[in-house]
């Protein structure tokens, strides 16, 4: 094992986070918590993610259910289309894969929602494949330590792979995102406290302008304005039909814009569209 692979298990042997998800190889509880984490912050997650597989505990509870019922469970998390991905691949594996996940990275590409990312992680966290991740955390430990520079998506997971000590795919995967949370991050690195800083292509070049992470694969791209969005206006409709039905008169006021209900009535569409709403002439329900 070299240096940098030694250092970084060892120092995530001691500094690793203790989270639910990582107690569990059952590719099911891997995907629900690989979808909740797109995008959102670990500390609500954690509080979501034991209440929802208690309610869904398996593949097959979870397609038998109301996508609606999946919704609702999803309240707090954001990104709500990520429940209907959820519940449609879900319903994707009982009928095609008699009511489990697929084993393949193929098979799970072909799943709602799954996309290169979060087929290799369920491999990795529920089956200890050894094969390298690309996010935005992982995605940042790749430009800066492994490589130096930045990347595009193929020389990244490439490099990614490379990477991961045979038969430590779980603990390398954990361990790179531990440091790319805690110490290897987007603003203000933590290089003085860095386990790895000895071996990393970044520091032992001296910091060179500009950051490898600046345009590198996986790096999240800033998002836009979140208040006053057509965004906030849809997650404002589905947390109000989480408590009931709501009325085409009401639509305007619930969204946000009570205003305009020109604009509440076409972004009300696009939650029909998405499957994260049925509209009738009563008004807008969860499906």
């Not at 930045?150 to 490439?158: D, M, R, T, V, Y």
Request: hydrophobic letters at 40%; proline letters at 8%.
């Amino acid at each position: 094992m070299t240096p940098l692979r030694r250092d970084l298990i060892e120092w995530w042997s001691r500094e690793g986070r203790d989270l639910p998800w990582r107690r569990s190889r059952d590719p099911w509880a891997v995907l629900v918590s690989e979808l909740m984490l797109q995008q959102t912050q670990v500390s609500r997650v954690t509080e979501r993610y034991v209440r929802f597989l208690e309610r869904f505990p398996t593949v097959v509870d979870c397609a038998a259910a109301p996508v609606g019922d999946v919704i609702d469970e999803w309240a707090g998390l954001g990104y709500n289309r990520r429940a209907v991905h959820l519940h449609r691949a879900a319903v994707r594996c009982v009928e095609h894969h008699d009511g489990a996940l697929p084993d393949t990275l193929a098979e799970l590409l072909d799943l709602p929602g799954v996309g290169p990312y979060t087929a290799r992680a369920v491999l990795v966290f529920a089956h200890e494949r050894d094969i390298g991740l690309v996010d935005t955390n992982a995605g940042r430990f790749v430009a800066r330590a492994l490589a130096g520079r930045p990347l595009s998506p193929k020389e990244a997971q490439a490099v990614a792979d490379a990477a991961v000590p045979e038969g430590w795919g779980w603990t390398w995967g954990q361990a790179v995102f531990d440091l790319g949370a805690s110490v290897c991050r987007k603003r203000s690195p933590r290089c003085d406290d860095c386990p790895i800083r000895p071996h990393c292509a970044w520091a032992t070049a001296g910091f060179p302008a500009p950051d490898p992470i600046d345009g590198s694969a996986g790096i999240s791209a800033p998002q836009s304005r979140f208040d006053g969005s057509d965004r906030q206006g849809r997650g404002r409709l589905v947390d109000a039909m989480r408590a009931g039905p709501v009325g085409h008169e009401a639509l305007a006021a619930v969204m946000g814009w009570p205003h305009d209900p020109a604009r509440a009535a076409r972004v009300a569409a696009t939650l029909e569209r998405d499957g994260l709403a049925i509209a009738d002439d009563a008004g807008y329900r969860l499906p």
